[in-house]
């Protein structure tokens, strides 16, 4: 018989819980402000993979939309991908459990993948082009204006890293985009939510996560490497990631060497001084720089619901 938990114990870990819950719908609420996500009338397609990310993600939207004063619509979506002993009775009973409308669409992207990759080769890029072609149809026969995705703080702070180390440019993963056959707006409500928070979250609300068996075992991918590296730099600094974050909304173009962005071939010496010119080398920051406070109509998405254990 297992002893039971000291009352202490149980109240600080209640009390984390709600520290985390607050900080999650915090973080979530801000990035739909700062980035206009979310609209009156909108109707969202939130992808969900039965991971821990689009888990936290679902969850945390249901919460907010409580407190919304406007009107907007969720609609969950699993892409059912035919990969061997995937547990095909879990996401329905879960999302049914927590009366979200959902669907599952069931397409066999797992034999088109194996039988056009050789083994041992990273198969992301076919398999993310397929899924990627088979949701945006799906939003449209839904009706979804936008498509929520579970990437985090950390997947966007590595694909910028892995663009500047294989693909030799800057170029990042947005937090709003229009998609490739420009007929949906996909968003990405977790851009500034860390993953260990999602881990944690994950924990607490006890999702019943589903593996990724195509892809999640391929441990030698660059992708891999670069966030063990990130994760790394940020057990020995902590807050590098953040500042990583924080940098791709700070970007200076006279400081870059992009001839499309900034008129080096025509810059001349203008007599007046230049807040950006060589002076801005005299001192190295040593933390983000803090924008102005965001004002938004969509601030009343920031605040968390206060009580969380109520929720689903």
């Known amino acids: 018989m297992n002893a039971p938990i000291p009352f202490a114990a149980l109240k600080k870990a209640a009390h984390e819980a709600n520290k985390l819950s607050k ?5 979530v609420g801000q990035a739909i402000a700062d980035f206009n996500m979310i609209e009156e009338g909108d109707k969202v397609m939130v992808c969900v993979s039965g991971g821990k990310d689009s888990y936290g993600l679902l969850d945390v939207l249901i919460n907010l939309r409580e407190r919304a004063p406007i009107h907007f619509e969720l609609v969950a979506v699993n892409l059912d ?3 061997p002993g995937f547990p095909a009775d879990v996401l329905p009973a879960y999302l049914a459990g927590r009366g979200v409308p959902f669907r599952i669409e ?8 194996k039988s056009l990759i050789p083994e041992g080769q990273t198969m992301c890029s ?3 082009r397929l899924r990627r072609g088979i949701l945006y149809r799906v939003a449209g026969e839904l009706g979804a204006t936008k498509i929520a995705l579970g990437h985090h703080r950390d997947d966007m702070v590595v694909t910028l890293l892995m663009n500047m180390f294989f693909g030799s440019r800057i170029k990042g993963m947005p937090p709003k985009l229009v998609s490739d056959d420009g007929r949906n707006v996909v968003i990405r409500p977790l851009a500034y939510v860390a993953e260990s928070d999602l881990e944690r979250w994950a924990a607490h609300r006890a999702f019943p996560i589903i593996p990724c068996t195509l892809c999640g075992s391929q441990d030698g991918l660059q992708r891999v490497q670069v966030k063990k590296m990130i994760h790394e730099w940020e057990r020995q600094y902590p807050g590098r990631i953040d500042n990583m974050l924080s940098a791709m909304g700070h970007i200076v173009p006279s400081h870059m060497m992009d001839r499309n962005l900034y008129p080096f071939s025509s810059l001349k010496a203008t007599g007046k001084p230049d807040a950006q010119g060589d002076i801005a080398f ?6 983000p720089v803090k924008g102005p406070a965001v004002e938004s109509p969509l601030q009343w998405l920031a605040p968390p619901p206060r009580d969380e254990e109520k929720q689903g």
């Open 106 to 113: 069931e397409q066999d992207t797992y034999s088109i993948v």
């Open 282 to 287: 005299d001192e190295e920051p040593c933390a």
């Open 81 to 83: 991908q035919k990969q």
């Open 23 to 27: 900080r999650l719908h915090r973080q």
């Open 126 to 128: 076919l398999c993310s």
